[in-house]
């Protein structure tokens, strides 16, 4: 049977605290906890679980370690053990990039063993995702003071003996079997017919899943394209959910296709899917089955050609048809050789985990697997259906930075310059950048200017670009449908449309430090100091709570807005601050004496980042309770801040260097930083 278990962390950081004469004590963690819970989903015949746990730091030092961890003296009597350790909260890398606090350490996860009623199982008779010497491990951040959890999921895959499949294996309460035929016996089969009406040569892949007694809609098959691959070419990708029946016909049937590729290795192949009742031991239960025959044409194929596919199930459909996040889950892999070195088609009958090449496997537990294909059954209908891909995974594009020099300069995700523009004759103040990478940047010339996605700016040709302000511009936002914002030392703000039009303009109080608009198309602006106001999207000045004068003394340096109406800003007076839609306070985060908030920027998770006068780069949690990592340059002032949509961080400041870091704060090493020969003064990043 398969069995989920859930690995659970609280890592409890130790902050650490080396006492020195002329050299260095050694240190050793202080003893707070890492809390590990192991919790499975379906145990009903094992009755304990053993693990080995251990923890290293980010230099790879083992912070402690401990095997025999059972649940029969640790947990619940059946597989959950709970276990308190500690993790190491201290940078010990030498080779890490100064001013890094963070502090990663490795968390690994080894089952040593399941027993049921009769003693310990055999191994033979189970997959196990995290065997003794080649553990799963997860990498976390440990943070001083506080408690980090982290997360293991396994689903352990074992031999399921009802013996009403020839091999079968239990999916989280799901019961699968998979084979892949080639022959019957010692003869080919001969199923499928080919073009001159003859049967011809077939391979049968079958997989077929119950969830047992109850109703087989539960119970859910996931398949991918079925490949075959004549070493690194593919040969031919089939769409295991055509049919049902033929795949390919030439009788005009709008259900059906024509075969794609006369001359590749397919001549046919055909979709049998449904579901059925049959004993489940003493009672009985529901079957689906999906099953694909391929019809080859072997003469087309080369020696050493393979049939390559993926396959699981679930009980309840999968999100998406992708595995679990942070699980490792089981899937059925085929990757069989069909032809011998005399270029023959192998006779072969291969049952699920009697060799590898039909076998249980595993996802890694930061690897989801999405799944291109589903079985579902509704009332007495099957349907196989192909599934949306999932959304692209988000990618940086590029880095937009302004500096003292005048100057707007483009690089790519991996900090290779792609141009430089100098369209201002002093300080450029504030950027933004718009859907089709148009750069909007604004300074001490009083100006507005526009340069293309190319570098050039943007002057006339139908447009009103530059917009002259008249007075020193501080700050530029560009809303959802390009319209550009912009605020000024004299306490002027205004929108502009993409083409240059001025559309309204509305004089505040004192120098319009910072400025943001939401998706709404609402927009908040500080000006006179310490306060923050809020337009609507025709400029008028909104009540209620607004302006908000919660902030200190000092100027507000930094505001942000996201979809929910909140207002995120950092000012002067040490803090940042999370203003709710109407203008009350909902929390304030303290930077420390001296820390000046210059930039600010919140995510779509709602992290908050910011750029500080001592050179630090936080990200912030969205509670404002503590900050998830602190970057700290060697020196100069942190001024400008931007977040990818893949979590990356960029900031720029006078020490006129641009940084990189992962969504966990490590520094990107690789084409960052980058030296930008002036002080950079403000961040954007392409969309």
């Known amino acids: 049977m398969t069995h989920r278990h859930r690995v659970s962390f609280i890592v409890l950081s130790s902050a650490l605290l080396a006492c020195t004469s002329v050299e260095p004590a050694p240190h050793e963690p202080a003893p707070r906890g890492l809390s590990i819970t192991v919790s499975p989903l379906e145990l009903s015949d094992v009755i304990d679980a053993c693990y080995a746990i251990g923890v290293a730091n980010d230099a790879g030092e083992p912070v402690w370690s401990a095997d025999g961890i059972c649940a029969s003296q640790y947990g619940d009597l059946r597989g959950s053990v709970s276990y308190v350790g500690t993790c190491d909260a201290s940078d010990n890398d030498p080779s890490d990039n100064i001013g890094t606090e963070v502090a990663h350490n490795t968390v690994t996860v080894e089952l040593e063993g399941l027993w049921d009623q009769d003693g310990l199982i055999d191994e033979d008779t189970w997959v196990n995702p995290c065997p003794v010497g080649d553990g799963c491990a997860l990498t976390v951040n440990c943070v001083e003071n506080s408690d980090v959890p982290v997360t293991f999921n396994l689903t352990i895959s074992r031999s399921a003996m009802q013996g009403f499949f020839d091999v079968a294996v239990n999916f989280a309460d799901v019961f699968c079997s998979a084979k892949l035929d080639t022959c019957r016996g010692d003869e080919p089969m001969n199923l499928l017919f080919d073009a001159n009406g003859e049967r011809a040569p077939t391979v049968v892949l079958a ?54 590729d006369v001359d590749d290795a397919v001549f046919q192949y055909a979709v049998y899917e449904g579901h059925e009742s049959l004993a489940c031991g003493a009672v009985s239960c529901n079957k689906n089955y999906w099953n694909v025959a391929i019809g080859l044409d072997v003469g087309v194929l080369s020696p050493g050609c393979r049939i390559v596919t993926v396959a699981t199930a679930s009980e309840g459909a999968l999100d998406n048809g992708a595995t ?20 023959a088609l192998l006779c072969q009958q291969l049952g699920l985990d009697e060799t590898q090449a039909v076998h249980t496997a595993y996802t890694g537990l930061d690897e989801p697997l999405a799944f291109a294909y589903e079985l579902g059954v509704e009332g007495d209908v099957v349907d196989t259906h192909p599934l949306a891909p999932p959304p692209p995974t988000p990618v940086d594009r590029c880095v937009v930075v302004v500096d003292q020099d005048g100057r707007v300069r483009r690089f790519d995700a991996s900090g290779t310059p792609v141009w430089t523009a100098t369209p201002h004759s002093g300080i450029v103040f504030g950027v933004g950048i718009d859907a089709a990478d148009n750069v909007y940047s604004g300074g001490l010339d009083g100006f507005v200017r526009k340069t293309d996605s190319n570098g050039n700016q943007v002057v006339g040709s139908g447009t009103d670009w530059p917009v002259l302000h008249g007075s020193t511009v501080l700050d530029i936002a560009i809303d959802t449908e390009g319209n550009v914002y912009s605020g000024t030392a004299d306490g002027t703000v205004r929108k502009m449309s993409p083409s240059g039009v001025v559309l309204w303009q509305t004089n505040g109080l004192g120098a319009v ?16 100091s310490d306060s923050v106001k809020k337009l609507d999207a025709t400029g008028s000045e909104l009540a209620g709570g607004w302006p908000f004068t919660g902030f200190g003394s000092g100027f507000v340096r930094g505001l942000a807005a996201d979809s929910a109406g909140h207002v995120y800003g950092g000012s002067e007076d040490f803090t940042v601050r999370k203003i709710g839609p109407s203008g009350a306070q909902i929390w304030s985060f303290a930077t ?56 990356h961080v960029y900031s720029g400041g006078d020490d006129k260097m641009i940084r990189k870091f992962a969504p966990d704060g490590t520094p990107v090493t690789s084409g960052f930083p980058i030296a930008n020969g002036a002080s950079v003064r403000d961040v954007a990043v392409c969309r």
């Not at 679990?324 to 270029?343: F, H, K, R, S, W």
């Open 207 to 260: 997989l077929a899943c119950t969830g047992g007694a109850g109703d087989a809609t539960d119970t859910h098959l996931y398949r991918q394209d079925i490949e075959i691959r004549c070493g690194e070419s593919l040969h031919a990708s089939l769409d295991p959910s055509a049919g049902p029946g033929n795949a390919y016909s030439d009788i005009g049937d709008p259900q059906l296709t024509t075969d794609p």
């Open 324 to 343: 679990p996040e942070a699980t490792t889950y089981p899937v059925i892999a085929v990757d069989a050789t069909l032809v011998d070195a005399n270029g």
């Open 513 to 528: 430090t910072s400025i943001a608009v939401a998706p709404d198309g609402s927009f908040v602006y500080a000006g006179g």
């Open 592 to 647: 420390g004496s001296r820390n000046d908030v210059q930039d600010v920027f919140v995510d779509a998770a709602g992290f908050v980042y910011d750029a500080e006068t001592s050179g630090r780069v936080r990200k912030i949690l969205p509670d404002g309770s503590a900050a998830q990592w602190t970057f700290t340059a060697p020196s100069g002032n942190a001024l400008g801040v931007a977040v990818a949509t893949t979590g």
